[in-house]
């Protein structure tokens, strides 16, 4: 991660080159305060501030128990335990911006139908009555539905590598060689 620090301009070539000055302590420390707060800033600062990139904490513990009910754990781990949440979040920080919008109506729909139902908050309901109203949400709001499903399932079948599959549960469940490599079988040896 580049903080904005320059090195020192180290010389060039070979054997005869003149060893660069050692770099004194009072330079070292405030290069290591300007980076330590370059992370802090880094990690903190966003549309939802603290671990979330673009959820609020309610957000993404709503689009959490959404992913969950859409692929549930049974003997083998669900979209919570592959962090879902965690892959879309990332991704609308990304390569998602344009569907920001509609996330954002989408979650609210969820929040006004639990609420009119329910009169609690999508998290606080049973499984069965975030089903009924997940069903409204895909009548009245299927462009989100529709988004959140297959972004759903991106989350939890895709590379770890983009925030989702968490340890790789998903493969691991379909018995997929670790790691999968692509447009190759891997030979045992």
Known sequence: MAMGI????????????????????RV?????????????LSCTTGPAGGTWRFFTPDQA????????????????PGARKAGAVNYIDIQLSKRFKKHRRVYQQGIEAVDTASRQKFARPFVALTSEQQIEVLNTVEENSPAFFDLIVAHARQGFYGDPRHGGNRNRVSWKMLGLPFPPVRGREHYKG
């Open 6 to 25: 320059k090195a020192p301009d180290a010389p060039r070539g070979g054997r005869h080159s003149t060893p660069a000055a050692p770099l004194g302590r």
């Open 61 to 76: 513990h709503t689009v959490d128990a959404i992913c969950e009910r859409l692929i549930p754990a049974d003997q083998d």
């Open 28 to 40: 070292f420390l405030q290069a290591g305060l300007s980076a330590a707060a370059g992370v802090t």
